[in-house]
């Protein structure tokens, strides 16, 4: 309501930090609905059912909110949400119900809340500033590290804490380490590219929003259809050749990105995305599935919310670092004499290098993960 009312940016950005506070909260909730409901063997295809849910809404944003920026206006992004979650929330007053003992004695740590909140936001807006800018400069790059500085005192608080808000004991855990720096690099691969490639297209090769997210549609469709079928995999073969496999698709899918010019076919463009996009849901779930299934039963809820933390951020951070990327790009040949669709260009080619670099750690990382125990 406050995005729809908002009459600048400042109310804009309230209405958004209330939504991804509400986003951040109900992802590990069902996670951790799931932990509790399923057994190890059955984990992976619910999982993936998940996966398709919590990755189809974000997939099919680009073509939806494009559609209603261009013919409705951008507020109503957010008005079309209303009556929706109004139904949600009556739908769920009369039929959600708890299906775990609750803990009253578990208390909120508010300054561990006040250091996350500040470290990330800070570690976020400094990134996004100096993708912005195209420079660094005093205050960014001050931000930037007090941002690292506040997260090391979150970290340190976390460890002493007997009931912290982040258990960061859970990274003793091998198998779970690998396997949440695999579901954050596929969640950077994901949502990276997801942001990049609509402007791509819109600055680029001059389409509307609507256009743009049209050219990301069938991509959105085949992560729907993947990632239950990924889950299913993952219960019958183990995460091993899942993870070899899918990030040597995410691989395959954006190396023609790295040669995209402003002549491209689009049905280049948008076959390299869709292809690229079953890798990644064949590896998201099944990654993060395999890390909570690694844990002690009573780490489980507190494995979830790091992993979940984990992969949020590295999201976010991996979109504004290559913003950072695309800016430095297109200013390093903006002395020259071409077009500036040409020049943007060559800023999108060094984020597109970027996301197959990322992509060629995930699967490197992948031959340390074990083979499924018959």
Known sequence: MCGFLASNFWLLLFGRLIQAIAAGAMIPLIQNVVLVLYPQEKRGFIMGIIGLVIAFGPALGPTVGGWIIDNLGLKWLFGILVPLIIILLAISLFNAKNVHKIDRTQRVDWLSVVESCLGFGALLYGFSDIGNMGTINFTNGFITIMGFVVLIFFCWRQLKLEKPLVNLR???????NLTTILSAISNIALLSVKLVLPLYLQ????????????????????EGITSPIAGRLYDKFGIKKLSLIGYAIIILGTMPMMFFTPETNLLLVAGAYAFRIIGIATVMMPTFTEGLNALPINLYVHGNTAAST???IAGSLGTAVLMMIIAFGSKHVAGNKMLLAEQLNYGYRYAFLASFIFALIGFVLSFWLKLKQQ
């Open 310 to 312: 984990v992969r949020q």
């Open 170 to 176: 859970v990274f003793k855990n091998y198998t779970f």
């Open 203 to 222: 600055r680029v090769h001059g389409l509307s929003a609507f256009q743009a997210g049209l050219m990301l549609l069938p991509g959105a469709i085949l």
